[in-house]
């Protein structure tokens, strides 16, 4: 990841919505621009994010509506009021409750509510010039900004539910009958173009004073799709869907140490022989979309693009699944093909990692992974010791999104782990290690450390 051979950046992981802020969840607003001046002052060159795309169920970026849309969440509503969308009064209800934590179940609606009020005057007073930025824009994202936006329209008048719930019309609809609904819901759908730009506007401007400030972003895609989304109701040729849209087999991982009988996903899976056909057109666009939006791109589960595992969609576990193969280096070569070589992008290589995934990630000078807090398994040599890292090219993390802080670590880990941590890094045994593990990924050999600040 590193410039040059002999430069070595670090910076932190920290969402957005971790941002502190008066109106219930981090946005993009002021503190999105302080975090940045901070990262300045501390020698940081890196911000890492979780996906940004909007969240479904559960409110895990992981699961979201689109693979392409921002999170709505995330709009700043100090912005629109200084766009005079707003009037600070009408802030004044926010459900703030607990400032160390973000209440999806008040938040949303509240947003929901000044995010149409704003949308409602956008349209009524907007002026010439932000017009025709506002047009612009439905223009250079039509591509999947349209069926976003009649999705979410056609899911709010289906009372929320997700696609294969919808009326049998809906469900699979022909161009014609998506044109007849695309102008029954015109004014729904234009809340969602409005919502899409002031993310997009805000973001970029947020991204730009990050680079101007010596600043890159590290942006996180999950490799499967919700079946709740747009993609997988607007593209359902490309996914293993039967004749009425309903998944064959779904996305998980098989029994291993951690879990007897594995983990069920439930994500629609890719059929890989239709994306080849289209020269993997989908997936160019996506990348090149969040290349648009970071400056690098980490793919999460990265393995499943070597070989998958496909569980029957009727299954309640992930026991009776099967390793199918995936693209490999053939999607590689489409997207260098079209975006050119040297691609920026990071393979979340964590779990049990085969030789084939080692070497595609290697065939394509991929950095990896390494997370201290999987070091110290005080039963084996684990690779993720720093004195173990095969090379430069991987990322150092002291621990990810899916870790406790190191803290919370040290009070549930095995005392055996805890006591080698304590050892390897030479600190008394009772004594903080957040410090002595920063300072270990610092030395490291890894071009590259990123250090967590939930």
């Not at 020698?43 to 795309?53: E, K, S, V």
């Not at 479904?56 to 709505?72: E, K, L």
């Not at 934590?101 to 008040?106: N, S």
């Not at 993720?384 to 670590?409: K, S, V």
Request: hydrophobic content about 40%.
């Amino acid at each position: 990841m590193a410039n040059n051979k002999n430069m070595r950046l670090s910076g932190i992981l920290l969402h957005p919505t971790s941002l502190p802020s008066p109106y219930g969840i981090g946005d993009l607003g002021k503190e999105a621009y302080q975090f940045i001046d901070f990262l300045k002052r501390a020698g940081q060159r890196l911000w890492q994010t979780l996906p940004l795309t909007p969240t479904g169920f559960g409110d895990s970026p992981y699961q979201g509506f689109s693979a392409f849309a921002g999170q709505p969440l995330l709009v700043s509503p100090a912005h629109l009021v200084q766009l005079g969308f707003l009037y600070e009064h009408e802030l004044a209800d926010c459900p703030v409750g607990d400032a160390n934590a973000v209440d999806y179940g008040t938040i949303i609606p509240w947003k929901q509510k000044i995010l149409k009020l704003a949308s409602t005057r956008f349209f009524e007073k907007a002026n010439d010039e932000l017009l025709a930025e506002y047009q612009d824009f439905l223009e250079e994202h039509a591509f999947w900004l349209d069926d976003y936006a009649l999705y979410m329209a056609c899911k709010d008048m289906h009372e929320g539910r997700e696609w294969l719930a919808w009326k049998k019309e809906y469900r699979k609809p022909t161009p014609a009958v998506k044109a007849s609904l695309a102008e029954l819901l015109k004014e729904d759908m234009n809340y969602y173009y409005f919502v899409q730009f002031m993310f997009f506007k805000e973001w970029n401007e947020l991204k730009a004073y990050a680079n101007e400030n010596n600043v890159k972003i590290i942006g996180d895609i999950p490799l499967f799709i919700s079946l709740d989304s747009a993609d997988a109701w607007a593209h359902q040729e490309l996914f293993q869907l039967d004749s009425k849209g309903f998944p064959t087999v779904v996305a998980g991982v098989p029994p291993d140490y951690f879990c007897e009988t594995g983990q069920l996903w439930g994500n629609p899976l890719y059929d890989w022989d239709v994306h080849k056909k289209e020269g993997y057109q989908w997936w160019i666009s996506r990348i090149r979309h969040q290349l648009q939006l970071t400056d690098y791109l980490r793919i999460d589960h990265f393995r499943g693009l070597e070989s998958y595992w496909a569980v029957p969609a009727e299954e309640e576990t992930a026991i009776n699944g099967k390793w199918i193969p995936g693209p490999r280096e053939h999607l590689f070569f489409a997207i260098e093909n079209a975006l050119g070589k040297g691609l920026p992008i990071i393979a979340e290589d964590l779990g049990l990692i085969t030789p084939e995934v080692e070497a595609l990630r290697e065939q394509f000078a991929f950095p990896g992974m390494r997370v201290l807090q999987f070091a110290f398994d005080s039963e084996e040599e684990s690779t993720f010791l720093p004195h173990q890292f095969p090379n430069r090219n991987c990322i150092c993390y002291t621990g990810t999104h899916d870790n406790d802080t190191i803290n919370g670590w040290i009070q549930t880990a095995p005392a055996s782990d805890v006591k080698m941590a304590y050892k390897y890094l030479g600190v008394n045994e009772g004594e903080s290690l957040s410090w002595p593990m920063m300072r270990s990924a610092m030395m490291s050999v890894a071009d590259t450390c990123i250090l967590m600040m939930p």
